[in-house]
């Protein structure tokens, strides 16, 4: 293979936020409003302060007894090629179905606020076709392009809850524990999933330029989505009661609609399709191209980019699989928003686990010096 | 046609080795020169036609017999066209001065050819020579050649009573006064230095020419720059010579290691391509590799940098420039300085930088004149410009089709009410509109001087007045589209320009479809397009995105003494411009204090580094 | 079922495509990939298939 593509932290950074923080212009609000009401911003919280310890446990691991080593790489030299091949099938098969899940909220929400008489297959298949050329020109194209779009998002979703300041009612914000303890806990736990981008840094870090940074990638990007997230639902939940939040299938949407400074600047809900678009754009091409990325590694294509037009058909196809948007998040939420946990924190711990117990029972049997991994296979570098 | 089609229909349906292609990367020179990509694309540069012979049979798992031959075929007519096309063939000066005429008149055609002027005369008086020279009519400064060539030898010559060697050095040393004096013994020498405007000498019984230095055909002198004009600055433009083009650079950027190497392209009439970089500085894998590009053309004839351009580009099917074109002689000297690589073709008066990058082309040679605030002043308003120049139509489509509830009510009653009279729906208004003013600056530029003025007058009644009175646009999209026009015009880069000029109508047809959806979907397809285009080896949007280290000479023009080091993505042998404290009398500008630097630690080594280099600067 | 056929126009060049990148594969001797990809390319036609034609006919 030729050059490895070398990614700038700050570009990886851009890229995972927005990852994460576009759950805002999705249904995360609601579900979070759903479960805890009142107490809905304590859920990115608790949710991220969960996945920055998991983070730094995994990551502890992996630099202590894989060294250099991402995930796929560990889990060939611990479970061997097919296994590894079943486990990556399962992480592409939520990729995919997640990207699925998401475009058709996305074109639904097109539907619902900008373009109500365009038929959903030709909202839905340019969206589509944008998200594959974008996945098609790799990790580059899509990091570089989060990066570029990071300040107009951070700025947008903090000035739209600036904007809507007029509208605040901090009193909606109590009971402050909402619907108590114990349910906003589980809430958290079971909305967990939205980052996710624990388990795709674990496997894209080593094209970072310094791989040293990979502590660092992840804590920053961690932190700041969530608290974009917090602060974002804090306002939502300031504006809107709980309960009418929790019935809202597009926060931002809602939330832009309030804006009103003077008759000039009013309902800016059609500047903000600039913001969704290109975070939900960034966000899908991210799970798409790692659906490529993934089946390329496990199978050993030499490159995953023949594949993504096929990738993105399924996804599309998927996603009109039900009817009706109800349908589509009934199922979202039971299956991807309640197991997406297993697939985001339990397998990468899982592997990075079991490479040590092989680890330390091959070094029991061998009898030898403690001996570090070190990477050994190259795997596609194309990114 | 039909081939062109299949072959596109292939490339988009079928999977070959083309899908692991990478784009040229620049590295810094030692690193590249190692790993052997640069080597063995080295051998590449033989041949350009073998080169895409070797490129496309990459295709060849389809048909690789046929599209090969097909190529090979190709190539020998080429190659047999080409050597027909090659004057003079490769053997010496006949000793005989009348076979040498038989070979003049053979290789220029001279009982055909007009313009090339043969002029016997003898040398000396007591024992007379006979010689002749040879010049082309037009090409060659005709009083250089009676007074420093025909004068000396027929008149003031007086050579001694007893038998002078004939040797030619003779001649070349003592009798002719030219300032260059080269003595040639292969005919393919003596043909192209005379079709450049040199005189040839030749003398009878001797087995060489004498190449006098005459060139002086008309060309234009140095005058002011025509498409990208200054208030503040130099307002000469590059002329159509190249010997006054390199020496309006060299004259701004007086350094002995500013070198040019000539390649000649071109295999009918050569064209001399000159690779200007400054040696010690500039990046070397750049100059090998704009080097083996420029190798690589094989074509009969180049007559622009417009068209070399086109056979550089990294995407020749993107419409953003990859290459820099500018008739500034300052600008060129600025970016040879920065360590990009420039190249002037003939006499052309355009002259191509690489790599570039976006950033670049928005940028004037004003913005670094002008102080700080004004620079950045303009710089804005320029940005602001070109998203206008972009966006404004196809954003006004949107608003008005799709999403009309964004603006104020007063102002959407405003547009309602303007639009009364119109019977078209918005885009077919725009569309209108925009072909007309896609029209007046296209008659602005073919139309003769003389009947100039009738375009301002004719444009403005048609637009401002006739077509709103018509009611066939709405005076506010008369508005929207002059305002669209205007902040064109402001781009500086021609290529830049026409680019906006198109791409506008994409935006324009997405916003008619999609309304802000379809915009900003074209928006981010576009942006990740131009984010992993290189030119060069540079990624476009760098220092951007990718993020790299540059002064503050991005998308503001910063303060000059800030500027310190090079681009990083150039990867220049030389990273520091200035030194960090260039103004170590300015308190508001001194550095921080030693305890600070201490601790940040990184000026100091930077402060350390710069002096180390200014002192084993070559 | 005319806009059935219409719809599964691009799908179909897709599946074309997916099918010569399995080739490609082949030709490369990976016959894992190989295998995968005409898996890939099988079953996206397929699905979209299945859907368009809930969806049109």
């Known amino acids: ?383 | 046609m039909q081939l062109q089609l299949s072959k596109w229909f292939q490339k988009l349906l079928i999977v070959n080795d083309s899908v692991v292609d990478d784009q040229f990367t620049l590295t810094d020179g030692e690193s590249s020169n190692e790993d052997g990509s640069a080597s063995s694309s080295q051998d590449e540069v033989r041949s350009g036609v073998a080169a895409a012979s070797r490129l496309t049979s990459g295709g060849g798992s389809i048909r690789p017999k046929s599209l090969r031959d097909f190529l090979k075929q190709g190539r020998q007519e080429y190659d047999v066209s080409a050597k027909q096309h090659v004057p003079g063939q490769p053997h010496g000066i006949p000793v005989d001065l009348d076979e040498t005429k038989l070979l003049l008149q053979k290789t220029f055609h001279l009982d055909i050819n007009k313009d090339v002027v043969v002029r016997d005369f003898i040398i000396g008086t007591e024992h007379p020579w006979r010689a002749m020279a040879v010049f082309v009519d037009g090409m060659a400064d005709k009083t250089t050649i009676n007074t420093h060539v025909l004068q000396p030898l027929m008149i003031l010559t007086h050579i001694p009573g007893d038998e002078p060697r004939r040797h030619m050095e003779t001649i070349a040393e003592q009798l002719l006064p030219g300032n260059q004096v080269t003595l040639m013994q292969q005919w393919g020498d003596v043909v192209p230095a005379i079709l450049a405007g040199s005189t040839a000498v030749f003398v009878d019984h001797c087995d060489a020419a004498i190449l006098v230095e005459t060139k002086g055909w008309e060309h234009r002198t140095v005058g002011p720059v025509q498409t990208e004009n200054v208030v503040r600055g130099p307002h000469n433009g590059f002329t159509e010579s190249f010997r006054a083009n390199t020496a309006l650079v060299r004259s701004l950027l007086r350094t002995p290691h500013l070198v040019t190497d000539i390649i000649e392209v071109g295999t009918l009439a050569p064209t001399d391509v000159a690779i200007m970089w400054i040696e010690g500085l500039t990046n070397k894998s750049l100059v090998e590799e704009t080097k083996r590009r420029i190798q690589a053309i094989e074509v009969d004839y180049l007559p622009d940098s417009g068209l070399l351009e086109q056979f550089l580009d990294d995407k020749p099917s993107m419409m953003i420039p990859q290459v820099f074109s500018t008739e500034r002689p300052d600008r060129i000297a600025s970016l040879l300085s920065e360590g990009h690589v420039a190249i002037f073709v003939g006499n052309s008066t355009f002259v191509l930088a690489v790599p570039v990058v976006f950033w670049t082309l928005v940028h004037t040679a004003e913005d670094a004149y002008l102080r700080f605030p004004f620079g950045s002043f303009l710089r804005v308003l320029r940005w602001i410009a070109l998203v206008v120049a972009l966006l404004l139509p196809a954003m006004y489509v949107a608003i008005t089709n799709y999403h009309p509830e964004m603006i104020p009510t007063d102002l959407m009653l405003a547009i309602a009410g303007s639009r009364e009279q119109v019977p078209f729906p918005v885009v077919v208004e725009i569309l209108l509109m925009e072909f007309a003013i896609e029209l007046i600056r296209e008659a602005g530029i073919r139309i003769p001087s003389i009947i100039g003025p009738t375009i301002g007058i004719v444009g403005a009644l048609i637009i401002g007045q006739a077509a709103v009175q018509a009611g066939i646009v709405s005076p506010l999209l008369v508005i929207v589209v002059a305002t669209t026009a205007l902040a064109s015009f402001t781009i500086p880069n021609y290529h830049l320009n026409l680019a906006v000029r198109v791409s506008r109508f994409f935006f324009l047809i997405a916003a008619a479809f999609l309304g802000f959806y379809g915009i900003a979907i074209l928006a981010v397809v576009y942006l990740v397009r131009l984010s992993v285009q290189k030119s060069f080896g540079v990624p476009l949007l760098a220092p951007v995105t990718p993020s790299m280290q540059s002064s503050p000479d991005v998308l503001m023009r910063g303060y000059v003494f800030q500027m310190n080091q090079r681009p990083e993505y150039l990867q220049t042998q030389k990273k520091w411009r200035q030194s960090p404290v260039t103004r170590p009398w300015s308190k508001d500008t001194r550095p921080v204090p030693q305890s600070d630097q201490e601790e940040t630690g990184g000026s100091t080594v930077h402060a350390d580094s710069s002096r180390g280099e200014r002192r084993d600067r070559p | 079922m005319f806009k059935f056929l219409l719809a599964m126009l691009i799908p179909l060049g897709i599946f074309i495509y997916t099918w010569s990148f399995g080739h490609w594969m082949q030709i490369k001797r990976k016959w894992m990939g190989a295998f995968f990809a005409y898996a890939l390319a099988l079953c996206s036609a397929s699905t979209t298939g299945i859907i368009f034609w809930r969806m049109f006919v």
């Not at chain 1, 590894?84 to 899940?101: D, E, G, N, R, W």
């Not at chain 1, 300040?151 to 000035?159: A, K, Q, V």
């Not at chain 1, 509208?167 to 906003?184: D, E, T």
């Not at chain 1, 009661?241 to 400074?261: C, D, I, N, Q, W």
Request: proline letters at 4%; hydrophobic letters at 55%; glycine letters at 6%.
């Open chain 1, 1 to 383: 293979m030729k050059t490895t593509t070398k990614l700038a932290s700050k570009e990886l950074i851009a890229m995972l936020t927005i990852f994460v923080a576009s759950n805002a212009f999705l249904m995360y609000p609601r579900y979070a409003s759903q479960s805890a009401l009142e107490a809905a911003w304590m859920e990115p919280l608790a949710a991220g302060l969960m996945t920055l310890l998991l983070f730094l446990v995994m990551e502890a691991l992996l630099s202590k007894f894989f060294p250099g080593m991402d995930l796929v790489q560990v889990s060939q030299e611990t479970f061997g090629k097919f296994i590894t091949l079943l486990l990556t099938l399962i992480v592409v098969a939520y990729f995919v179905f997640s990207t699925a899940s998401v475009v058709r909220q996305f074109t639904e929400n097109v539907l619902i606020t900008v373009l109500p008489s365009t038929p959903i297959l030709f909202v839905g298949a340019v969206f589509m076709a944008a998200v594959a050329y974008i996945a098609f020109t790799g990790l580059e194209g899509i990091c570089r392009t989060a990066y570029f779009v990071q300040p107009i998002l951070i700025i947008g979703i903090l000035g739209l809850c600036l904007m809507t300041a007029n509208w605040w009612h901090p009193l909606y914000l109590f009971p402050i524990w909402g619907s108590g303890i114990v349910r906003v806990a589980s809430g958290s736990f079971a909305y967990s999933s939205i980052f996710v981008n624990v388990l795709l840094l674990c496997i894209i870090f080593p094209h970072a330029h310094h791989p040293r940074d990979f502590r660092a990638i992840g804590v920053v990007s961690i932190v700041v989505s969530t608290v974009l997230l917090s602060a974002f639902l804090v306002c939502y939940h300031m504006v809107f009661p709980a309960h009418a939040a929790g019935k809202s299938s597009f926060a931002l949407y809602e939330l832009a609609r309030m804006v009103y400074l003077g008759r000039f600047i009013q309902r800016l809900e059609s500047v903000f399709v600039f913001l969704w678009v290109t975070a939900a754009i960034v966000k899908m091409s991210v799970t798409l191209w790692g659906a490529g990325y993934l089946l390329g590694r496990a199978i050993g294509w030499q490159t995953f980019r023949p594949a993504i037009p096929s990738l993105a058909l399924l996804c599309f196809a998927i996603s009109l699989w039900k009817a009706d948007l109800l349908q589509v998040m009934a199922l979202d939420q039971k299956y991807l928003m309640q197991w997406g946990w297993t697939v985001a924190f339990v397998l990468p711990i899982f592997i990075v686990l079991a490479g040590i117990v092989r680890h330390y029972a091959r070094r029991g049997r061998m009898g030898g010096p403690h001996r570090r991994m070190t990477s050994r296979r190259g795997g596609p570098q194309h990114v």
